[in-house]
């Protein structure tokens, strides 16, 4: 998997340490967690909820190819508002290095290119935010 990042009106955007593929899984089972599935990045996602991190802009993605006019819409609707998602992801940062209980998962979830791939994604979102730009992360499998 990799994890593309489109920022509004700018064409190179880096690419993210391991192309995104650990925060794409993140992500992923972000957007599933409350329909009775176990995973170590579910209860990941569990614990950062409960510590107060919203995690809604990190599962707003879609696939980067569209096959019909449904995903073509879905796609424009993955634009959002780059501060809420930098945001998100400061608090995963802090969290990944502040509780201890997040190593248990990331080790069990063979996850431990998160941090590194929520820190280049903040970088990337911190600078459309302040260029007032939107973000949109789509992936490829």
Do not use: C
């Not at 970088?123 to 992360?137: D, F, P, S, T, V």
């Amino acid at each position: 998997m990799r994890l593309a990042v489109e920022v509004e009106g700018v064409s190179n955007i880096e690419m993210l340490p391991g192309e995104g593929a650990t925060l794409v899984a993140f992500m992923s089972f972000a957007a599933v967690r409350g329909f009775g599935a176990g995973h170590p990045l579910i209860a990941l996602a569990d614990l950062l909820s409960d510590v107060g991190v919203r995690l809604e802009p990190l599962t707003t993605f879609y696939e980067q190819q569209p096959d019909d006019a449904e995903d073509e819409a879905n796609l424009e609707r993955a634009w959002q508002d780059a501060v809420p998602l930098a945001k998100s992801l400061e608090g995963i940062i802090v969290t990944l290095a502040s509780d201890e209980r997040t190593a248990t998962f990331v080790r069990r979830a063979d996850a431990e290119g998160l941090s590194d791939e929520a820190v280049a994604l903040r970088k990337i979102a911190e600078g459309a935010a302040r260029a007032k730009r939107r973000i949109r992360l789509t992936y490829q499998l």
